[in-house]
């Protein structure tokens, strides 16, 4: 090598090996109360936050500013919103339905688009997958279901495979990424059994399936269970809705 390349090439890298770069962002109790006391949700901070309970659940997911977060089923955009002002303007956030379900709520579709159309949101993409196979245009950092893990195996999903679900999250999350899940309880050992009749699933056959796919349990919430609530009735019913003993369930894809 001449010295004067040589020289050159021992300045790039000495220039290389002092060029900084940020730390990972880290879980912000911060972000997440400013999240939650945005002024666009006055009308969810009071009864549906009471009965969602947000901030326990998310400090566990462990949602951070600049995470890009992808919301399965997201219904009317309740966590779409919270994510949104969360991760920020560095952070995406991706509503996502199976066509099969989307059928079923084209009105929270419309509206999520509209939302997506707002600048004051403008981290939202609103996608309909055309099956049930789970895809992202990027690895993402948390896939989030909430009441729905249940709906996959039943007849309006294509009696779908749950299994599959769970495998392809594990496929577009990052090394150390989350796939957390929320769902209405079923009795103990009833597996998949009431998924279609009562909208229930088996907290146990939960942990066996996402696991299965190579994920770690990394930890649950006990926020939303409810000792009244007696398992075995439809979570439509008048004297049970909106307050199911519920799971909350993280797993981890390992770094």
Not at 2 to 21: I, R, S, T, Y
Not at 58 to 80: C, E, R
Request: aromatic share 8%; with cysteine.
């Amino acid at each position: 090598m001449k010295p004067v390349v040589a020289v050159l090439a021992l300045a790039a890298l000495a220039a290389g090996g002092c060029e900084k770069h940020a730390p990972p962002q880290q879980f912000s109790q911060a972000a997440l109360d400013q999240a939650l006391t945005d002024p666009a949700r006055k009308d969810q901070r009071d009864a549906a936050d009471a009965r969602r309970k947000p901030a326990p659940l998310i400090a566990l997911a462990g949602v951070k500013p600049g995470d890009k977060v992808l919301d399965l089923i997201p219904g009317s955009g309740y966590w779409t919103r919270i994510f949104s002002k969360l991760v920020g303007p560095e952070g995406k956030v991706y509503s996502v339905w199976p066509q099969a379900y989307a059928r079923e709520a084209m009105g929270n579709v419309a509206d999520l688009r509209k939302l997506s159309a707002d600048k004051y949101y403008g981290n939202i993409v609103v996608e309909v997958e055309p099956t049930t196979a789970l895809t992202a245009p990027e690895p993402l950092d948390v896939v989030w279901t909430s009441q729905n893990f249940h709906d996959y195996p039943d007849e309006f999903m294509g009696k779908g495979d749950p299994g599959q679900l769970a495998r392809d999250a594990f496929k577009i999350l990052k090394p150390g990424g989350t796939f957390m899940v929320i769902d209405h309880i079923a009795k103990a050992g009833r597996g998949l059994s009431d998924t279609d009749t009562l909208h229930r699933i088996d907290p146990a056959a939960v942990r066996k399936i996402v696991e299965g796919a190579g994920f770690k349990f990394a930890g649950e919430s006990k926020v939303l269970e409810n000792s009244a609530d007696p398992l075995d009735i439809p979570v439509f019913d008048k004297s049970i809705r909106g307050h199911t003993s519920q799971f909350a369930y993280k797993f981890v894809k390992p770094a």
